[in-house]
C-alpha cells in the first residue's frame, strides 16, 4: 500500500451491542445442527471494539456471489444509517469444538486484510443451552502468530524459535454487553410487576396449579431464570468426553506422521553417512593412487532429505483438546456446586 | 403484553372461512422490538418516524404469526404523502431470503403512533406480498414506553371496506399481540438485562460459576422473601391469603422425600462420575502442557 494506515491501538475489550446479541442468537439456533457464520459491523474506537450490527451469512455459494452478497447487504444497510464498518465476523460452535484450520484462514484473512483489530466471535449453542448461561467468546490472532503464518513454515524449530505453542495462537478478548437508553426503557417496563396478590384465584388441587402456570408466567416474562440450577449433567459431559476422544485420535495420527517422518530422516541420513565414508575411502585410494578427487559434495544431490510436515494442525488440535478440557473443568465445578446443595436440602 | 382493551376482533372463523380471513394471534420476538428501537434511534434528521417490514412466518392454518425478523426500508416524504422506496426494498427482501427462506414479509411496522389515512398507500405497497393474507401492521410507539410502563407494541390487520375504488383503503382491526421468546434467547435477555440497571447500561459476561451464584442468591432471597411472609402472617401482622398460602405449599410439597441411604447411592455415584471426568481432564491437561514445553525445548 502506498500510505501506511496509522497502527491501530491493541484491542482490550470487546463491546456487543443488545441487538447484535439477539440476532447472533437467532441465526445460530435456527440453523442448528449447521454452523452458521455472519458478518459484524461497528465501530473500533481506542482499544474498545463496539459492535453494533450484524448480518448472516448464506450457506450456500462460493466466493463470488457471497462477496456480492456482502456488498449488496452493506449498501442497503448504510441507506438505513447503519454503521457501514465490518469489524470482523461471528460464528456457531457446539460444545466447544470451533478450533480448526478453517477459523484460522478465515481470521487471518480478516486480521490482514480490514485492520489488526477484527475479531471473531464464537457462540456457543448448545453450552448455552445446557447451561442456560450465554456462551459468546471474542477472540483475535496473536501477532507472533500471524508472522508465522505468513511465512507458512511450521517445523518444530521455527516454532521453538517463535515461542509459538498451542496456547497463544488465539488470544481471548473480554465482551461486555451494551445497551441503548431506549432499549434499557423497554427492558425496565418488560418487567414491570402486573400481577399482584389480590387477583390470585385459589387452587384447589395440584393438578390445576399446573395449568394455572401460564398466568404466573405471563406476569412477568423476565421473572429469574432458575434453568442453570438443572442437575442434568450427563448428555452435556458424554458429548464432552466424545469430542474429546476424536481429537485425541487425530492426533495420534499426526503424531505417526511426525515419526515416520522422523526415521524416514534418520534413515535417509544414515544413508548418506555411509555414502560419505564410502567417497572418503576412495578418496584416499585416488590419492594414494594420484588420480583426481572425486567430489564430496554430492551427496546433497544425490540424497534428497524429505520435508518436515507442518506442525500446525497439531498445535490446532492440541488448542481443540485443551479448550474441550477446560470446558469440562468449567462445567465440573457448578456441578459440584448443585449436588451438594441439593444434599442440604434433602436434610 | 398482551394487549387486552376491548378491541373490534376480526370475529367469525371456522372452516368455512378462507385462511386469510380467520382471526390470529401474533407474537413478536424479541430480536424485532430491539430492531426497530435501534433503526428509531439511527434515523435521519428530518424523518419523525422510521418504518420497515416484518418478516416471520405463519402457521398452516393462518391462525398463529410469528414475527421473527424484520429490516428497515427508506421512504421519503413527497407532499404530505409517503413513498417507500421499492428497489431497496426489494433488494433487502431477496438477500433475507437467501439466508432464511422461510422467513416471509409478513406486514409492516412504524415507530409513531396512531394510524392515519395516510398510511393506506404503504399498506398497499406490501399487500401485494403478503397476498392472500392482509399486511399485519404493528406499531411501536416509542412515546408511550417513555411516559407509561407499557411496551407501546400494538399490531392491526386490515379488512378492506366501504366501496371507494382505492385499493388501499380499509380499516385497521386491532390484533392481539404479545412478546415471545425461547430458551436460548432467554439466557440474552437476562444477560442484557442485567445490563439495565448498571450506571454505563453494559455488562460483562458472567462465567458459569458466577452464573450459578447469582441464580442461587436470588432464590435465597425470594426463600426469605416468602418465610418473611409467613412470619408475619403468623403473628398476625398480615391478612392472610389463601391463594398465597396454597402456592407456597405446593412448592414445598414438591421437593422429593427420597430414602437417605437411596440418596446417598445416587447422589455418591453421581460425584464420583463428576469427579473421574475432572481428574481424565486435567490428566490430558497436563499432557498437553508437558508437550508444549518439550517442543519449546527442541535444539536447533
Known amino acids: 500500500m502506498a500510505t501506511s494506515l496509522p497502527t491501530p491501538e491493541p484491542l482490550k475489550v470487546v463491546q456487543i451491542d443488545g441487538l447484535v446479541v439477539l440476532k447472533i442468537i437467532k441465526h445460530c439456533r435456527e440453523s442448528y445442527p449447521t454452523d452458521v457464520t455472519g458478518q459484524l459491523l461497528g465501530l473500533d474506537d481506542k482499544g474498545l471494539l463496539e459492535v453494533t450490527n450484524c448480518f448472516p451469512f448464506p450457506l450456500d455459494g462460493d466466493d463470488d456471489t457471497s462477496a456480492q452478497y456482502q456488498l449488496d447487504m452493506m449498501r442497503c444497510l448504510r441507506a438505513v444509517n447503519v454503521d457501514n464498518n465490518t469489524v470482523g465476523w461471528y460464528r456457531s460452535a457446539h460444545l466447544g469444538n470451533f478450533v480448526d484450520a478453517n477459523l484460522i484462514e478465515t481470521q487471518y484473512s480478516y486480521q490482514n486484510s480490514l485492520s489488526a483489530n477484527s475479531v471473531v466471535i464464537i457462540h456457543d449453542v448448545s453450552k448455552s443451552a445446557a447451561q442456560s448461561n450465554l456462551s459468546l467468546r ?19 524449530e521455527s516454532l521453538a524459535q517463535a515461542k509459538l505453542s498451542f496456547s497463544n495462537i488465539f488470544e481471548e478478548l473480554p465482551v461486555k454487553v451494551h445497551n441503548s437508553h431506549l432499549v434499557t426503557l423497554m427492558l425496565h417496563n418488560l418487567e414491570m410487576p402486573t400481577l399482584d396478590s389480590s387477583r390470585l384465584r385459589t387452587l384447589s388441587t395440584f393438578a390445576s396449579s399446573q395449568k394455572e402456570q401460564s398466568v404466573a408466567d405471563e406476569a412477568r416474562p423476565l421473572a429469574p431464570n432458575f434453568d442453570v440450577l438443572d442437575l442434568e449433567l450427563d448428555p452435556f459431559m458424554q458429548k464432552n468426553l466424545e469430542y474429546l476422544l476424536d481429537c485425541s485420535d487425530l492426533q495420534q495420527q499426526e503424531q505417526n506422521n511426525y515419526q515416520y517422518w522422523q526415521r524416514s530422516m534418520a534413515r535417509e541420513q544414515t544413508k548418506m553417512q555411509t555414502w560419505l565414508t564410502k567417497r572418503k575411502q576412495e578418496n584416499v585410494h585416488r590419492a594414494q593412487q594420484g588420480k583426481p578427487l572425486l567430489p564430496e559434495d554430492e551427496v546433497n544431490t544425490l540424497f534428497k532429505l524429505p520435508a518436515e510436515p507442518s506442525r500446525l494442525e497439531s498445535m490446532i488440535l492440541s488448542a481443540q483438546m485443551h479448550n474441550f478440557t477446560k470446558q469440562l473443568n468449567q462445567f465440573a465445578g457448578p456441578s459440584l456446586a448443585r449436588l451438594y446443595s441439593i444434599q442440604e436440602l434433602q436434610k | 403484553m398482551a394487549s387486552t382493551s376491548d378491541a373490534l376482533y376480526v370475529s367469525v372463523g371456522n372452516i368455512g372461512t378462507a385462511p386469510h380471513q380467520r382471526p390470529f394471534t401474533c407474537t413478536v420476538s424479541p430480536v424485532v422490538l430491539f430492531a426497530v428501537l435501534d433503526q428509531y434511534l ?23 404469526v410469528e414475527i421473527r425478523n424484520s429490516f428497515g426500508v427508506i421512504y421519503t416524504e413527497e407532499s404530505s404523502e409517503i413513498v417507500v422506496d421499492k428497489e431497496h426494498y426489494r433488494n433487502m427482501y431477496e438477500l433475507h431470503q437467501r ?3 422461510e422467513e416471509v414479509i409478513l406486514g409492516w411496522y412504524t415507530s409513531g403512533t396512531g394510524l392515519s389515512p395516510a398510511i393506506s398507500p404503504i399498506h398497499s405497497t406490501f399487500a401485494p406480498d403478503t397476498a392472500p393474507f392482509h399486511p399485519i401492521h404493528v406499531t411501536f410507539d416509542t412515546e408511550s414506553l417513555i411516559k407509561s410502563d407499557g411496551l407501546g ?7 378492506p371496506v366501504g366501496f371507494s375504488s382505492t385499493s388501499g383503503d380499509s380499516i385497521f382491526l386491532p390484533v392481539q399481540c404479545e412478546i415471545k421468546y425461547l430458551d436460548a434467547e432467554r439466557s440474552g435477555l437476562d444477560m442484557l438485562a442485567s445490563a439495565k440497571s448498571t450506571e454505563t447500561r453494559s455488562a460483562s459476561l458472567l ?16 426463600l426469605e422473601r416468602i418465610s418473611r411472609y409467613v412470619d408475619s402472617v403468623v403473628e398476625g401482622k398480615e391478612k392472610p391469603n389463601n391463594a398465597i398460602g ?5 412448592t414445598v410439597s414438591v421437593v422429593p422425600k427420597v430414602d437417605t441411604t437411596a440418596f446417598e447411592k445416587m447422589f455418591n455415584s453421581h460425584l464420583q462420575d463428576l469427579l473421574m471426568v475432572v481428574y481424565l481432564a486435567n490428566m490430558t491437561r497436563t499432557q498437553l502442557s508437558i508437550t508444549e514445553k518439550l517442543n519449546l525445548l527442541v535444539p536447533n
Open chain 2, 99 to 101: 439466508v432464511n427462506p
Open chain 2, 153 to 159: 407494541v400494538h399490531a392491526y390487520t386490515s379488512a
Open chain 2, 207 to 222: 462465567s458459569d460459576m458466577d452464573h450459578l451464584e447469582v441464580a442461587v442468591n436470588k432464590l435465597q432471597e425470594m
Open chain 2, 246 to 250: 396454597r402456592y407456597i405449599m405446593d
Open chain 2, 42 to 64: 439511527r434515523r435521519d434528521e428530518q424523518q419523525s418516524k422510521a418504518i420497515g417490514a416484518l418478516l416471520g412466518v405463519r402457521s398452516d392454518d393462518g391462525s398463529e
Open chain 1, 138 to 156: 471474542a477472540f483475535r490472532l496473536q501477532d507472533a502468530f500471524m508472522k508465522a503464518y505468513e511465512a507458512k513454515k511450521f517445523t518444530t
